[in-house]
């Protein structure tokens, strides 16, 4: 009698592990250019809050495809810069009335902590960054009005980084954007920028260690500008796209 063989049980093979694709770094989405483009125009007032974001006219301004700009926006929707709305598509974002205050709010309290940390960290070469951008804001043609709207911008960012807190840093930075879509927003026609004539008081202030003075013409400038906002929409023409990016080179930077 033949002895019946034993039944070699099949091995299963090991299934490959499933490797996770990592996570994207918002802040290298950050650096896209055509995100930073979109920036830029909001930052500058160019692009106003509710105007619509046509993917086509984008992909042509930057010189890149639909999917790239999908994805821009899509960033963008995620730091609540533009709102993408279903079969309609993306607009800049418009903020309330109640959000509009809470922004200035809340710049209050993260500018008044960044030039407070400013004076107290304040180094040569801090000393050094603060005096070069106010000469440049000095010597600068405020007849070049998107020009100036970058610079003032620059003095509190550059502040912000004085305070060496990159928390507060990023804050700051998404604080002067919204404000940019406030401002588009609730601005009445005709209203001054006090920038350029603060700056210079706050930079002295910072430089001369004074924390007191500082901190209270830093307030002080953060409700001049809110006191040029109202309760009450513009209807302004929203620029056209093509125009808005070819003035400030985007497909210079965007590449294919």
């Not at 896209?32 to 809050?49: E, H, M, N, W, Y």
């Not at 801090?126 to 000095?138: D, F, I, N, Q, Y």
């Amino acid at each position: 009698m033949k002895r019946s063989r034993p039944l070699k049980r099949k091995t299963k093979r090991a299934e490959p592990k499933r490797v996770e694709p990592d996570a994207v770094d918002p802040r290298s989405v950050d650096d896209d250019p055509v995100v930073q483009g979109i920036l830029t125009a909001i930052s500058q007032k160019r692009l106003k809050p509710g105007a619509k974001l046509g993917e086509d006219k984008l992909a042509s301004a930057f010189g890149t495809t639909r999917i790239h700009i999908r994805q821009a926006l899509a960033h963008l929707a995620s730091r609540k810069v533009v709102m993408q709305i279903p079969n309609r598509g993306a607009f800049v974002y418009r903020p309330s009335w109640e959000e509009a205050q809470d922004i200035f709010a809340a710049r209050r309290v993260i500018e008044v902590a960044a030039v407070a940390a400013a004076v107290d960290r304040l180094d040569k070469s801090g000393r050094a960054a603060l005096k070069a951008h106010m000469e440049l804001e000095t010597r600068h043609d405020r007849n070049d009005r998107w020009a100036s709207l970058s610079l003032t911008a620059e003095f509190h960012i550059l502040v912000a980084k004085l305070a060496g807190n990159r928390v507060l840093l990023d804050m700051s930075r998404e604080l002067m954007l919204r404000t940019s879509l406030a401002i588009a927003t609730f601005e009445q026609p005709g209203e001054p920028d006090c920038s350029p004539d603060a700056h210079p008081d706050i930079g002295a202030l910072i430089l001369a260690r004074d924390k007191a003075g500082a901190i209270h013409a830093m307030r002080h400038h953060i409700e001049e500008m809110e006191q040029r906002i109202q309760p009450k929409e513009g209807a302004d023409e929203v620029d056209e796209l093509t125009a808005i990016f070819k003035e400030i080179g985007a497909r210079s930077r965007a590449g294919a």
